[in-house]
Nanobody, 120 residues
Framework: VQLQACGGGLVQAGGSLRLSCAASGCTFSVMGWFRQAPGKEREFVAAINWSGGSTFYADSVKGRFTISRDNAKNTVYLQMNSLKPEDTAVYYC????????????????WGQGTQVTVSS
């Protein structure tokens, strides 16, 4: 099983980025995005169920980020709008095994991470 994330980069505050995460080897009912800034713990960003009918967001990104998925491509996306400097972090996609969607320990597989840097 592999998760390949891409789409990060450098953007000015107020700008947008779209992250993608392609999964191979298996399909997963719940996929999520986490992020980790230097010196901080990994934190939940968003998650989505198989059908896409249920999505979950951290309060800090609600209204600005949108998670979606294309099951035909086995790919999950994170559209990030109105980016702020505090969104700067390495973003990871992950596939949930079981348990609380907010917790990193609930996820069995992780992508390699993609850097998002938002300048002020």
């Amino acid at each position: 099983v592999q998760l390949q994330a891409c789409g990060g980069g450098l953007v000015q505050a107020g700008g947008s980025l779209r992250l993608s995460c392609a999964a191979s080897g298996c399909t997963f009912s719940v996929m999520g995005w986490f992020r980790q800034a230097p010196g901080k713990e990994r934190e939940f960003v968003a998650a989505i169920n198989w059908s896409g009918g249920s999505t979950f967001y951290a309060d800090s990104v609600k209204g600005r980020f949108t998670i979606s998925r294309d099951n035909a491509k086995n790919t999950v996306y994170l559209q990030m709008n109105s980016l702020k400097p505090e969104d700067t972090a390495v973003y990871y996609c992950a596939a949930r095994r079981d348990g609380n969607i907010w917790l990193p320990t609930s996820y069995a597989y992780w992508g390699q991470g993609t850097q998002v840097t938002v300048s002020s």
